[in-house]
């Protein structure tokens, strides 16, 4: 997917005077331009967190400012695909995940049967 998405210049598109075919970027080109370019400040991490995937929508705005808003839907959309697209592996709320990290559920081998 990520070959595919260099295939387009955002940047570039955003530069044009005529915007047309900055509208007509995939939302899941968009999506993959930017968390691509969050990563680059977060080695080797995806955005897991609400705060994290904050952080790359707003990587997107700026370039969806600049159209007007008939023609933004391909970037909403890509915002609201964002906070699905990269939750935890398991797809547990943190808080459960980590229960099921604690000591006593990854060794449970040992663990008396009460």
Aim: charge should be negative.
């Amino acid at each position: 997917m990520e070959e595919f998405a260099n295939n387009y210049d955002i940047t570039e598109l955003s530069s044009q005077e005529d915007k047309a075919p900055l509208a007509h970027v995939p939302y899941l080109v968009i999506l993959v331009k930017a968390v691509s370019e969050w990563k680059s400040s977060h080695p080797g991490k995806l955005p897991s967190s609400s705060q994290d995937r904050t952080e790359v929508s707003e990587i997107v705005k700026p370039q969806m400012l600049k159209l007007e808003a008939k023609d933004r839907e391909n970037f909403e959309e890509a915002i609201s695909h964002l906070f699905w697209s990269y939750k935890n592996s398991r797809g547990l709320p943190d808080n459960l995940e980590t229960v099921f990290e604690h000591a006593y559920c990854l060794d449970l081998k040992s663990a008396p049967l009460n």
